[in-house]
């Protein structure tokens, strides 16, 4: 039995999944005729109570194409020092867009309004222009924490009296909806623009939906191109989003239940040295100084237990929607004879 906790992408679709994708009526999505993906689109921007969506193949071109509309090359994004889309997304703010992150040294990833008034250049020709602030809910090198909406509300305050966009990268925001009890359209009113994945928690093949009102989105389509985005008879892979969006939110309950559990074994072990906090479906930890990291991952791996690395001594396990009950409570037996 192999265990893959890498990460929630690493899903396969379920029966289910892949019958709604053979059923699905298709067109050429380039002409803006396929009706499936058409259907997604609108579906989502419904829920986020925006004008407009627009579907990706990854989270990533969303976060890049969303960095395009809301600066110029020069600018200058406001984000957390662990934010995807400065240590995850190949430099691509610097590549695509020509602009450099100001990073803010929060906690698990969150900061606060009073940072981010801290972190916004003064109106000086020979300063970096700031024009947005970018957060990510749920935190993945935070340990999948969630943000408090009040300082998200507090945080918009301050980009609406400075002038700044706002995005968020809502690779996981369904975990964060689950756990705090929260709805699209609160995000909505909130952000300019939304990235959401389909292909982590909700168990798709692929895809990810860019959201926002047409006088920010209406430049995203082109800039998808741009990046070779584009796809043709894409309905068969918006179908499964479809499903997903109807079947499989609700149940990311189990997933942050089973990680839970599982940082509840490994805080039992003399060689952890810490845990992050656990609210959703990532567990982040380090072990104790001495331990050879690698090898650590080599013996969960001799067992076909695959976990990954994070850099700076950080271990991560992603529960998932493939994670079954039979692989819990394997992994919990084998973690507890450490």
Same mark, same amino acid.
């Not at 952000?191 to 798709?204: A, E, M, N, P, Y």
């Given at each position: 039995?192999?265990?893959?906790?890498?990460?929630?992408?690493?899903?396969?679709?379920?029966? #289910?999944?892949l019958e709604a994708?053979?059923?699905?009526?298709?067109?050429?999505?380039?002409?803006?005729?396929?009706?499936?993906?058409?259907?997604?689109?609108?579906?989502?921007?419904?829920?986020?109570? /925006?004008?407009?969506?627009?579907?990706?193949?990854s989270g990533t071109?969303?976060?890049?194409?969303?960095?395009?509309?809301?600066?110029?090359?020069?600018?200058?994004?406001? %984000?957390? /020092?662990? @934010?995807?889309?400065?240590?995850?997304?190949?430099?691509?703010?610097?590549?695509?867009?020509?602009?450099?992150?100001?990073?803010?040294?929060?906690? #698990?990833?969150?900061?606060?309004?009073?940072?981010?008034?801290? *972190? =916004?250049?003064?109106?000086?020709?020979?300063?970096?222009?700031?024009?947005?602030?970018?957060?990510? $809910?749920?935190?993945?090198?935070?340990?999948? *924490?969630?943000?408090?909406?009040?300082? =998200?509300?507090? !945080?918009?305050?301050? %980009?609406?009296?400075? $002038?700044?966009?706002?995005?968020?990268?809502? *690779?996981?925001?369904?975990?964060?909806?689950?756990? /705090?009890?929260? $709805?699209?359209?609160?995000?909505?009113?909130?952000?300019?623009?939304?990235?959401?994945?389909?292909?982590?928690?909700?168990?798709?093949?692929?895809?990810?939906?860019?959201?926002?009102?047409?006088? +920010?989105?209406?430049?995203? +389509?082109?800039?998808?191109? !741009?990046?070779?985005?584009?796809?043709?008879?894409?309905?068969?892979? @918006?179908?499964?989003?479809?499903?997903?969006?109807?079947?499989?939110?609700?149940?990311?309950?189990?997933?942050?239940?089973?990680?839970?559990?599982?940082?509840?074994?490994?805080?039992?072990?003399?060689?952890?040295?810490?845990?992050?906090?656990?609210?959703?479906?990532?567990?982040?930890?380090?072990?104790?100084?001495?331990?050879?990291?690698?090898?650590?991952?080599?013996?969960?791996?001799?067992?076909? +237990?695959? +976990? !990954?690395?994070?850099?700076?001594?950080?271990?991560?396990?992603?529960?998932?929607?493939?994670?079954?009950?039979?692989?819990?409570?394997?992994?919990?037996?084998? !973690?507890?004879?450490?």
């Open positions: 039995m192999t265990i893959d906790l890498r990460s929630d992408t690493v899903t396969k679709p379920s029966h #289910q999944m994708m053979m059923q699905a009526q298709v067109g050429d999505d380039v002409f803006r005729e396929d009706v499936t993906v058409n259907k997604l689109e609108r579906k989502v921007a419904e829920m986020f109570g /925006k004008e407009d969506a627009l579907f990706f193949p071109m969303a976060n890049q194409t969303a960095l395009k509309l809301h600066t110029n090359p020069g600018d200058q994004v406001i %984000c957390d /020092k662990y @934010a995807h889309i400065y240590n995850y997304e190949s430099g691509g703010a610097s590549f695509n867009s020509g602009v450099s992150c100001k990073l803010i040294d929060g906690i #698990q990833g969150m900061f606060t309004a009073k940072q981010v008034e801290e *972190a =916004i250049n003064p109106d000086a020709y020979y300063y970096s222009k700031t024009s947005l602030v970018e957060i990510e $809910n749920t935190t993945n090198k935070g340990g999948g *924490a969630c943000w408090d909406f009040n300082e =998200i509300l507090k !945080i918009k305050t301050i %980009c609406t009296h400075n $002038n700044l966009g706002f995005h968020l990268d809502g *690779a996981r925001l369904w975990n964060a909806l689950v756990v /705090k009890n929260e $709805n699209t359209k609160q995000y909505g009113e909130v952000f300019d623009t939304i990235s959401v994945c389909l292909s982590k928690g909700l168990g798709c093949p692929i895809g990810s939906l860019l959201v926002g009102d047409t006088g +920010i989105m209406k430049d995203a +389509i082109r800039i998808r191109k !741009i990046f070779g985005g584009n796809m043709r008879q894409a309905g068969y892979l @918006a179908a499964a989003g479809l499903y997903a969006l109807e079947n499989n939110i609700d149940r990311l309950k189990e997933d942050h239940i089973r990680a839970k559990e599982i940082g509840e074994v490994l805080a039992k072990l003399s060689i952890i040295k810490s845990i992050e906090p656990i609210e959703t479906n990532i567990v982040i930890f380090e072990l104790n100084d001495g331990i050879d990291e690698k090898m650590f991952v080599k013996k969960l791996a001799n067992k076909s +237990i695959y +976990i !990954i690395s994070m850099g700076g001594g950080k271990l991560r396990m992603v529960t998932h929607l493939d994670y079954t009950d039979i692989m819990h409570n394997k992994l919990i037996g084998l !973690i507890a004879s450490f």
